[in-house]
C-alpha cells in the first residue's frame, strides 16, 4: 500500500526530475522520487 506525503524540494532538483520526465525516465514525479529513494535504500 502506498501513502501520501508532501516534501518540499529545491527548485533545481525538481527542474532535473522534470526533465527526466519528460525525457520519459519517470512516469510521473511520484515514481521519480520512489525509484531514487528505493536505490538508495538499496545501498545498506
Known amino acids: 500500500m502506498k501513502e501520501r506525503?508532501?516534501?518540499?524540494?529545491d527548485k533545481n532538483?525538481?527542474?532535473w526530475l522534470d526533465e527526466k520526465i519528460d525525457k520519459k525516465i519517470?512516469?510521473?514525479r511520484s515514481h521519480g522520487m520512489e525509484y531514487l529513494i528505493?536505490?538508495?535504500?538499496?545501498?545498506e
Open 5 to 9: 506525503i508532501t516534501i518540499t524540494i
Open 13 to 15: 532538483l525538481l527542474k
Open 26 to 28: 519517470f512516469a510521473n
Open 38 to 43: 528505493k536505490k538508495e535504500s538499496d545501498k
